[in-house]
């Protein structure tokens, strides 16, 4: 396939081929993690750029070691400490990246939209979103369709249930985006307080309760619950949350025998989902985390015409 993508921004446009050619893709960089010397020198001599505004482990870490093993040189670039902290404006901060000779910059920004304009600023370099406010999280969509569908071979015809905190979940937008391409059925659960208005329009059905959401479920995805929201009043304390919403071994039992239990991170224990379940044998959370390295690496090395020795 002659891959078009030059950036990461969102996945609206993604075509069911394409996202099957990526998670193809993504089993041969997991496979390279396997061997011995697990570095290749496919991007050498381009420069990547993290440029992450808001905290991040996993993300921030999962680009960071797919990057270097690929071989490209990489910047970590913190917003703090930096002339950002200084006043200045995205846009310079842009330029000045690309005038440093960036072939790529990875940006995490608590603004809706901010990897789009930086797309827009920068001529040459490729964009990846690592998060941008509540609107988008691509790369970490893509990493959970691969694990399910490493998993399953085939998400035609799947089910997959969405836990939580929808409405503030740049996870859960692409989530739906790419398990819909992929044929899956999604239904969202949660407090009505918590749901986007336009549930409707985004083609997902809305269960307020879990274990009825849940029936016939291959893959149960809890969202985590930000500790801020049960401060102003979304739902009434966390307790209450973990009781009507958490994952427990009971709510688990009525999805469908085996079925996959997932969660962005970091997890809050008896908040989102109880230990039992999440460090129980049908968890893939820990595999997400892998998934992570293995689908940004084949996303760099795609979008960077990267080549193989």
Same mark, same amino acid.
């Given at each position: ?25 993504? @089993? ?57 902290? @200084? ?21 995490? %920004? ?12 920068? %001529? ?43 409405? %503030? ?6 989530? !739906?985006?790419?398990? @819909? ?75 469908? @025998? ?18 039992? !379940? ?32």
């Amino acid at each position: 396939m002659d891959w078009k993508h030059r950036h990461v921004l969102d996945l609206k446009d993604w075509t069911r081929d394409e996202i099957l050619f990526l998670l193809g893709q993504a @089993k041969n960089m997991d496979d390279l993690m396997d061997r011995p010397i697990r570095k290749v020198p496919a991007l050498r001599g381009k420069l990547v750029v993290n440029l992450f505004f808001e905290a991040s482990t996993r993300t921030r870490v999962s680009f960071e070691l797919a990057e270097k093993m690929l071989s490209a040189d990489v910047v970590n670039w913190s917003a703090s400490g930096s002339s950002v902290g @200084k006043g200045e404006t995205l846009r310079d901060t842009a330029w000045t990246l690309e005038a440093m000779g960036a072939d790529a910059v990875v940006i995490r %920004h608590g603004s809706v939209g901010s990897a789009h304009y930086l797309s827009k600023k920068l %001529h040459r370099a490729s964009v990846f979103n690592g998060g941008d406010g509540a609107y988008s999280h691509p790369t970490q969509a893509l990493l959970d369709a691969y694990t399910a569908w490493k998993h399953f071979s085939s998400l035609e015809g799947r089910k997959l249930a969405i836990i939580g905190d929808v409405l %503030h979940s740049r996870v859960a937008r692409s989530d !739906v985006q790419v398990f @819909k391409e992929l044929g899956c059925e999604v239904v969202l659960s949660g407090p009505e307080t918590l749901m986007p208005l336009d549930v409707a329009a985004m083609g997902v059905a809305y269960e307020p309760d879990p274990r009825r959401a849940v029936k016939g479920a291959d893959m149960v995805y809890l969202l985590r619950i930000q500790r801020e929201r049960q401060e102003e009043g979304l739902f009434p304390s966390l307790d209450e949350y973990y009781l009507r919403y958490g994952a427990d071994e009971d709510l688990v039992a009525r999805a469908e @025998k085996g079925a996959l239990v997932m969660h962005p991170g970091p997890i809050n224990r008896r908040v989102e989902i109880d230990s039992a !379940v999440a460090d129980g044998s049908q968890s893939r959370i820990l595999q997400q985390v892998r998934s992570g390295v293995a689908v940004r690496m084949a996303l760099l090395y795609l979008c960077l015409g990267g080549v193989m020795a």
